[in-house]
């Protein structure tokens, strides 16, 4: 079982629509949460970061963790053509006293927005 | 402008060669990072140097050397370059590995794709 799953898609939306992007992880004590956007052939950007159970939005961004089922997930209302990209989602765990976090990624999902 | 910049953006060599990446950031972070995206695009760690210690050193080949000399730069070294090598490598930086540092994400560079023929 990978440590970070993501749906590679590509989720196809139209301009206008609710997009919304999934992702399950495996460890339980992880403890912080983000997602990232990449553009073909650039880095990843940091887009929303998530660290209690619930929703937080930010624009038009949602971002809605589930620690109980450990999924987390990101909406984005009124998608636009220029949201098209692939969605990272990153998750950090610190195991273990002393233990170092790092953030590990998921394969991602491709967001197609057609206009 | 404040960011994390690498150094080469592109790096065509041939297999046995042996290069460099340098990475620097002006973010005043003291964690910094070597990540390897492949051809899916999958993102993995390689290496962290926290205040010039090296704090996450995952499975990779020995060939791969990373240096720290102050906590604003992260060099990678790469000897005896390999086809399976060829990838572009991210460096990223953040505030603090842990504790106040955990709910930090990370900077990244503009990437280096490193191709080997």
């Known amino acids: 079982q990978k440590e970070v799953e993501q749906n590679s898609g590509p989720l196809s939306v139209p301009e206008g629509a609710i997009a919304s992007l999934n992702c399950t992880y495996s460890?339980?004590?992880?403890?912080?949460f983000f997602w990232y956007r990449q553009y073909s052939g650039k880095s990843p950007e940091l887009i929303m970061s998530?660290?209690?159970?619930g929703d937080k939005e930010d624009g038009r961004f949602t971002a809605q963790l589930n620690k109980a089922s450990q999924y987390v997930s990101l909406l984005i209302r009124d998608s636009q053509p220029s949201d098209s990209a692939t969605y990272l989602c990153a998750v950090k765990a610190f195991k273990g006293s002393g233990n170092t976090g790092k953030l590990i990624f998921g394969q991602g999902t491709t967001l197609q927005v057609k206009p | 402008d404040t960011a994390v910049s690498q150094t080469p953006k592109y790096l065509v060599t041939q297999m046995g060669n042996d290069k460099s990446i340098k990475c620097e950031q002006n973010l005043g972070h003291d964690t910094m990072y070597w990540y390897k995206q492949d051809s899916k695009k999958f993102l993995k760690i390689m290496f962290s140097y926290n205040n010039k210690e090296l704090i996450i050193n995952e499975t990779v080949p020995n060939r791969f050397s990373p240096k720290s000399p102050d906590k604003a730069h992260l060099n990678l070294h790469i000897n005896s370059l390999e086809l399976g090598d060829s990838a572009v490598y991210f460096c990223?930086?953040?505030?603090?590995?842990?504790?106040?540092?955990?709910?930090?994400?990370?900077?990244f560079g503009s990437g280096t794709r490193l191709t080997v023929v």
């Open positions: 460890d339980r004590v992880s403890q912080s």
């Open positions: 998530i660290y209690s159970n």
């Open positions: 990223a930086s953040s505030l603090g590995a842990q504790g106040y540092g955990a709910n930090y994400g990370y900077t």
